[in-house]
């Protein structure tokens, strides 16, 4: 009888769990850690690539140093801007989304600058890069959605009562999403 009554409160401990929820948060962010995973995966990929893309460039001698130097330096600040997913925080992730749309942009401003260059835009491996560039901003893209919809499946079941209640006993807070950066809700003007 004893060691019935030294497994209740044990048993009561399960069944507390069992029934808040716990397990289903912790999976769930699991899966979001998972998801952000996924994301910085792509990130990586995108500056793995540029070193080739740079290389290939380098290889015209007219082309413009300043810009080559400008993807250097977002891409090395893009790879140090780095975020443990277990501490997701809305300005940690406003900080990792600025150096990565940085990186973007000098790209964009790279790619633009290739089409003064008509032996550039032919070369293969330039082109081979392009491409493998184009499909891995897909990604980041898709991954992104990914990890949004999975933040919020995460965020909706941590907020609903009762489990809101346990989620902020055992420190399951809100994940961050990312978020269209600013401006980018108005058309750009083409001028020809």
Known sequence: MKNTLKLFPLAAIVMLFSSCGYNQ???MQEGVDQS???VE???QRRADLIPNLVNTVKGYADFEQETLTKVIEARAKATQTT???TNLTPDKLQQFQAAQGELSGALSRLLVTVERYPELKANQNFLELQDQ??????RINTERNSYNAVAKDYNTYIRQ???SIYASW???DKKPYFEAEAGSDKAPSVEF
């Open 161 to 163: 009562i009762p489990r």
């Open 170 to 172: 055992f420190s399951f």
């Open 83 to 85: 975020i443990d997913p």
């Open 133 to 138: 560039l184009e499909g891995t901003e897909n």
């Open 25 to 27: 948060m912790v999976s």
């Open 36 to 38: 952000w995973a996924n």
């Open 41 to 43: 995966s792509a990130y």
